[in-house]
């Protein structure tokens, strides 16, 4: 991974352990010596040191068995462990270690169940955040886009899984050109279609979250058997992990090609939500003061491949060619993998051919994901070469097909110069398609609703959510009717995962009381209806009386000889709610003179009710002048004063 900043050293020791020819993706468990020190720099001419605490990100994110270090284990909010360190009295630099003998085993995966695609339940509340795209992982309409097509007709969450891996792995091109320390952004590498390690990672990221599918950046050390230091050879890397429901995080790495199956030669250090958050970095505070920049010399790694054990996959492979093998021709080859198991078996098949044979119709790493007690069939085409022989001649060309958990099967194929070839590239083509996906469009609404229920004047605002839960991008037309009014509105591509909010200020109708509406979601073939309603008032076509019974005390009547009265009256005095009760056909309210001002006073009864099927409201207003006498001055001040006084005490 480019963005992580410090001294490497890697020097050369003795041990028994051969590590040249190792074949770094056989590799199912590995025995580490990891270790990592570091020396502070405080910097005491600028500044005294009372006391000092610092963190590391960099210890490995499996479970340590024994370890030493001279600081603490602790936990940062991603879960990642890290190492803490805190120090009284400091006179002198500050130097660190931490050093352990880790056990790593990442094997092929089995998973339980394989939920459906797009996901409709509801992830932990730890996990949901990994949705939710980021500043590199960022949101971008044409990888949504594409990623909607790549998945179009795709109903289970592990081939969406598989498919989308698959193509970023092929999609970026591995250039150390774009080895910076800058910090791309999906979108930035999705036109590019260039980098390292970082932006595989990042674009996966960004697609996985695009349909909902929870992703996360792991950065780490990864062993690669390349150049002189053998056994001690670990680089700096980057890879992902994606959340399946009733499992857990899985592992990714799209930049080796090792699609749900990654070898035990990862070290993951860091964990987090994108590339930003790098695996290793001093976090530090000095006494009550945060982020001080301190002088501080590099850390530095120690990694030793000590020892290791080859995968050994689930799976059974088997191959046959199904076609000839003239010059010049294609040459079909079935690879069938069985699951003898009762879980879901996912991994990755390589082809390797002889260099002088191309494969035509797939990539030469693929995922499998492998029902329980099955087998599936994977197709591979090759073209044959012309072997440019002036007679009659012939020559074996060689294939072998390996899983990344272990195991593979060669097939050897007669190449002859006689043959004539009847086969037929476009044949080849049909039978080696993947079954055909079937289209499965759905729609969720939910949360339909009017801004209020009652209206009078005021315009009614009806507002809803709608999801796409299917397994491919769609279009709705939308239409809603009430009383004789017909809406209609085109939401365009309604992405896999993707929620919309609606809003709509509709016209009041004509007619009063309860008005229904119908709202009709079509898409494809498919449409949902919902129902709702909204209440338009009225003024009750009766007299209403109001009398004064004594100085707080009034009577309201309703000229109407219906008793079927349902609903309140509201009294405000001043724009104030003052009382709230059950109205009657007579309806007395009661109020009282502290809930009045001294002078000039606006009453205000409001009545919501209704009969029958008729909804009425109507608003009365009236005045009343209310004067203190001396007394009642005096207890209003007093009890003034007393208010304050508490207020105070509570302070």
Known sequence: MKRLIFLFLLLPLGFGLECLDIDTKEIGSASINYSVFGLIDLNFNDYTFENFSYTFRGVPQISLGKYDTDGMLSTDGYGNTILFFHQDEITENLDWHFNSSIQINLENKKIANNVEFPYTGVFPDNIKSYTEFSKTANEDLQIKILTNNLLAGVNDYLSAIAIISEFVAYYIEYNLDYFSTSSATASEIFDVK????????????????????????VSGYVYTNIGDYGCTNFEPHSWIEVYVPGHGWISLDPTYKEFFWINSAHVPLYKNHDMLDISSIYLQRRGSEENEFLNKN???????????????????????????????????????????????????????????????????????????????????????????????????????????????????????SELESTTNLENLLITAQEDERIISPDLLVSNIRFNKIKFIEQKPVISFSIKNIGNSMIDVKLTMKYENVVLTENIEDLLINEQRDYEKEIELPNQKGIVNMSLAFKFENTTLTHNTYFIVLKEPEYNINVSTLKDFDYKIVLDTLDNSINGL??????????????????????????????????????????????????????????????????????????????????I
């Open 194 to 217: 260039k980098g390292v390690c970082d932006e595989f990672s990042t674009l996966s990221i960004s697609m996985f979250r695009s349909v909902g599918i929870p992703a996360r950046y």
């Open 298 to 416: 590099s850390y530095s790694f120690d990694i030793e491949l000590t020892d290791y054990e080859l995968s050994d996959s689930n799976l059974n492979i088997s191959t046959s060619a199904l076609s000839e093998s003239a010059q010049d021709s294609y040459v079909l080859i079935e690879v069938l993998l069985t699951n003898p198991t009762n879980e879901w078996i996912l991994d990755t098949l390589i082809s390797t051919p002889i260099k002088t044979i191309d494969l035509v119709n797939s990539n030469p790493s693929i995922p499998v994901v492998v029902p329980p007690m099955q087998t599936i069939k994977k197709y591979f085409i090759f073209k044959m070469p012309n072997l440019g022989c002036e007679s009659a001649c012939y020559t074996d060309a060689k294939f072998k097909f390996s899983l990344g958990g272990g195991k593979s099967a060669t097939k050897n194929i007669r190449i002859d």
């Open 569 to 650: 009256v509201t009294t405000y005095i001043n724009n104030e709610e003052v009382e709230s009760q059950a109205i009657k056909k007579s309806t007395t309210v009661d109020l009282h003179e502290d809930q009045f001002i001294e002078g000039n006073n606006n009453i205000q009864f409001v009545l919501d009710y209704s009969q029958g099927e008729n909804y009425y409201f109507k608003t009365i207003n009236m005045n009343y002048e209310f004067s203190l006498n001396i007394f009642d001055r005096i207890s209003r001040l007093i009890e003034s004063v007393i208010n304050i006084f508490k207020l105070l005490l509570s």
